[in-house]
């Protein structure tokens, strides 16, 4: 709502552009010409290695700084990517319900001919760059993870990352102000970061770490929440964002509502836009009783981890204080 959305759809298409954009012209180049693309002369004639070609040079093992000593096998080994068309992963994205969109073919242009594939959108939120967002401590780490992102595979199998793109850096600025945490109001006048939103089931689950961090230093008492429920989007908080960030928290506050305590205890099917079943909204102690060990496995998972488990009942109307009291 504050434009992270749009940032995050910008950089990874970017990305996705970058793919089939280098597929295409390593295919009708030669070596020299994509040398020169890549590392073009300055008015004094002088070749330099950005950044991501430094990063690339690395990664391939070759130890040059200035461009002119690569030797004609260094140059194509720098300069073509090969990229297999049948290992890219790598998918764009948009903020908009459109399933057709799910599966599509790209380079049906004239101009594309022979370079036609099939790929996809995704939610945006879906990105490993919404995942990169919410793990990121500065710009300068940013940068790092997005360069580091996976794409496909050269034909010979080799990994190809971001950076072997040269497109980290552009991702970057596009993501430069989303990575400011949003500042919201609670309905009780609480402060309230709402940032990040990776999925719990592709990703890690968690909102960032340096909203966590801001919240730290700003308040006595900090509240974090993970997705879905402890035996995911919490095992990830542990196990990811904790030891990527050296938070360590106090105590686990497991929220659980005596409806899903129900539904978990074989309760009717809850379906969205129809009115809930009586068994949901009437006192039901069996069907609450049958539920609860539910509740007790995930308490079990928190207290692996040597945190104390606090039980919040989030209460709703119709529930009994029988049923409460089961609780």
Known sequence: FTGDFHAITAANNLLAAAIDTRILHEADATDEQLFNRLCPPD?????????????????????????ETLTPEERARFCRLDIDPASITWRRVMD??????????????????????????????????????????????????????????????????????????????LMHDAIKPNLMQTLEGTPVFVHAGPFANIAHGNSSIIADQVGLKLADY????????????????????????????????????????????????????????PAYTNENLDLLRAGIPNLLAHIKIARRYGIPVVVAVNRFGTDSPAELELV
């Open 43 to 67: 008015k004094k004639g002088k070749r330099h290695f950005g950044r991501a070609m430094t990063n690339r040079l690395k990664k391939l093992g070759i130890d040059k700084t200035d461009p």
């Open 96 to 173: 908009t319900n459109d399933r057709f969109l799910r599966g599509i073919t790209v380079g049906e242009g004239e101009e594309e001919k022979g370079f036609e594939r099939q790929t996809g959108f995704d939610m945006a939120v879906a990105s490993e760059t919404m995942a990169v967002l919410a793990l990121t401590t500065s710009l300068a780490d940013m940068r790092r993870r997005l360069g580091q992102m996976v794409i496909g595979t050269s034909r010979k199998g080799d990994p190809i990352n971001a950076d072997d793109l040269g497109v980290a850096g552009a991702m970057t600025v």
């Open 222 to 277: 900090v509240v974090t929440e993970s997705g879905f429920g402890a035996d995911m989007g919490m095992e990830k908080f542990f196990d990811i964002k904790c030891r990527y960030s050296g938070l360590v928290p106090n105590v686990v506050v497991m929220v659980a509502t005596v409806r899903a305590l129900k539904m978990h205890g074989g309760g009717p099917k809850v379906v969205a836009g129809k009115p809930l079943d």
